[in-house]
């Protein structure tokens, strides 16, 4: 019976490799450790019994500790690359004049080709907030001051 284990075990880890939780890896483990029992007893149930039993809590015992790397930020999107700068404060470097679709503006260290919000003019040195990307220009809004 002890390569009916072994084998399960191998099925186990190739789905682990297949899988991206850190969830069918124990079930392997499991097997191992069952395999070694059967050299013991030819019991199946008793066989069984230490196959789920042991996976139980090698899952349970390590659920909270893998939860701290796997699906890390699962649900949360990183900005990335020109998405970054959507809501930061951007200085205008060269009037933006949406009409003819010229204007730039200094944000983080970069220039970027901007418009106004509405199709609005923007004055050289007015501070503004990216708003959105489209295409390759930043939409921006003046910040008001209060």
């Not at 019994?49 to 649900?75: D, G, M, Q, W, Y």
């Not at 949406?98 to 503006?105: A, D, L």
């Amino acid at each position: 019976m002890w390569q009916f284990w072994l084998i399960a075990s191998g099925i186990f880890f190739i789905a682990e490799i297949i899988t991206t939780g850190f969830l069918v890896f124990w079930l392997g483990v499991a097997g191992l450790i069952t395999m070694c029992v059967s050299f013991f007893t030819d019991n199946l149930t008793i066989q069984a019994t230490v196959f789920v039993v042991l996976s139980a809590i090698l899952i349970l015992a390590t659920k909270p500790f893998v939860k701290k790397f796997v699906n890390k930020n699962e649900n949360t999107e990183e900005k990335t690359n020109a998405f970054s700068i959507i809501g930061k404060k951007a200085i205008v470097i060269k009037d933006i004049d949406s009409i003819n679709g010229v204007g730039q503006i200094k944000v983080d260290g970069e220039v970027w080709s901007a418009e106004g919000i509405d199709g609005s003019n923007i004055e050289k040195g007015t501070k503004v907030e990216i708003t959105k990307i489209d295409g390759v220009k930043a939409i921006v809004a003046p910040i008001t001051q209060k």
